[in-house]
């Protein structure tokens, strides 16, 4: 028993270290600044990113994008009138993992709200439960304002969303035909 419980203080040691290395990675990264241009087989669009409000998820995106993760995958959930959703390398909904390692936490804050077309949030499966997937808005959701973290808008090709939003759907709201992220790519400002 006294080995798992060092083992315990260990690693709550450990993410003590990694939170603060985190937190210093996330602060320079907010500085910087930055958006995100996925080009899809549909069109491109570009995400303005709200570094103030949520920089560990804006850190989240802009590294995966930066990375290359978002290459190839697909949206695997397009709900007509609420939104699509992507960002999972198993294209099932349950996959992905955050540049953190895992899952990482809410930052929720009551100043954003789900009031429209174009809103960019983390898709969870609960509260801090945070990887890769990320879905945008195609009308008001206020239904999910304190359970999803916004984190950005469109800020260009809002066409190419609705679009997207517009695609014929089958089971499990999956698109008949892949619409894929061709690219992600990390912009500086």
């Keep these: 028993l006294d080995f798992f419980i060092g083992v315990g203080v260990q690693l709550s040691c450990f993410r003590d270290r990694m939170s603060a290395k985190r937190q210093a990675e996330v602060q320079a990264a907010a500085q910087r600044g930055g958006r995100v241009s996925f080009e899809t087989t549909m069109g491109t669009f570009e995400v303005e990113l709200y570094w103030t409000h949520a920089p560990a998820t804006c850190y989240n995106m802009y590294e995966l994008a930066r990375r290359g ?3 190839g995958l697909i949206f695997h959930r397009i709900i007509k009138d609420f ?11 349950r996959g992905g993992e955050s540049i953190y390692g895992g899952k990482f936490e809410d930052e929720i804050t009551r100043e954003l709200k789900h009031t ?10 609960g509260p801090n439960t945070n990887g890769s997937q990320f879905f945008v808005t195609t009308a008001p959701t206020p239904w999910l304002d304190g359970k999803h973290t916004i984190f950005g808008r469109i800020d260009s090709g809002m066409a190419v969303i609705q679009r997207i939003g517009n695609v014929a759907t089958g089971a499990q ?10 690219r992600a790519t990390a912009l500086s400002l």
């Design 173 to 182: 709201d999956r698109p008949v035909q892949d619409v894929k992220i061709l």
């Design 83 to 93: 939104m699509i959703q992507g960002g999972d390398p198993t294209g099932t909904g």
């Design 116 to 125: 429209g077309a174009g809103i960019l949030s983390m898709a969870n499966s």
């Design 69 to 71: 993760y978002y290459d």
